[in-house]
């Protein structure tokens, strides 16, 4: 893996045992140094605030999706670092139709980051918060019946009783974060840091970021640029209604390997 930018003199320092800043960057960087390039802003004087990034993939052509899931257009890497922000996390924060598509399990505690999450006062693997209105999902599912971590569900204060019921049965905490059936961005968010999480991770679906995206809560976007075409008529990484004026971020930092671009772009 490269670092393309920032550029500093760290990017082509030698390696250790006297390797050429250029082997040097395009080696297999560690998990280590992974966490250390994705991680979260340092808390201030006044204690850890909420910070939202999302993490997602796109093909050079716009497709967030290839016959309906991200798989297909990933990569080893693009996984590894996708392990990387999980392990980083104290929730991720998913939409019902990506848990349904992508058919997710729970998050798992990864041996290699557990001292680092037991320092920071994490439990040993982020909770899985699903998003939606209906709660129509399979609460037989590994994701609510077997976490590490207990799933949340979010969900609006009009969501329907027996659904409710049901999910709480299933062994999840439903969290109410909006006053109609829907879920409201920023309640959410609120709803998540009073709960202790605050750093915060989605990885869509689509119509999620969007509605992340319109809201003006997402600090953070992680893009994974996929070296493929797929023409089709697959979603963006963020779908539904365009918000009144483009939302400027500022590139923070970019990786490459084998033809795939890692970049990190934060509010500017």
């Given amino acids: 893996m490269r670092r393309l930018f920032p550029v500093t003199d760290e990017t082509a320092a030698p390696a250790p045992g006297g390797a050429s800043g250029e082997e040097s960057v395009g080696r297999e960087w560690g998990l280590a140094e992974l966490a ?3 991680a979260y802003p340092e808390p201030g004087a006044g204690g850890p605030l909420p910070w939202l990034r999302a993490n997602m993939v796109s093909t050079l052509d716009g497709a967030a999706q290839h016959d309906g899931r991200s798989q297909p257009i990933s990569s080893a890497t693009d996984m590894r670092i996708f392990g990387t922000l999980r392990a980083l996390a104290d929730v991720v924060v998913v939409g019902a139709e990506t848990v349904r598509q992508e058919g997710y399990r729970p998050a798992r505690a990864r041996a290699e980051f557990a001292a680092t999450r037991e320092a920071a006062g994490q439990a040993p693997a982020p909770a899985i918060a699903v998003v939606t209105a209906s709660l129509d999902l399979d609460f037989s599912l590994p994701l609510f019946t077997s ?6 569900v979010l969900t609006g204060a009009a969501a329907a009783a027996d659904r409710v019921a049901t999910a709480e049965k299933a062994g999840a905490r439903v969290v109410t974060a909006g006053d109609g059936i829907g879920v409201d961005p920023a309640r959410a ?5 009073a709960l202790g999480h605050t750093r915060l991770l989605t990885e869509g679906g689509p119509r999620l970021l969007g509605q992340l995206v319109a809201a ?18 697959a979603q963006r990484i963020a779908g539904g209604p365009a918000v009144t004026v483009p939302r400027r971020f500022a590139l923070v930092s970019m990786l490459e390997e084998d033809g795939f671009l890692f970049t990190r772009y934060g509010r500017s």
């Fill in 36 to 38: 250390a390039a994705y």
């Fill in 216 to 233: 003006g809560v997402l600090d953070e976007l992680c893009l994974t640029v996929s070296p493929m075409l797929t023409a089709g008529g």
């Fill in 147 to 152: 976490p590490l971590v207990p799933t949340l």
């Fill in 189 to 193: 968010v609120q709803a998540l840091a």
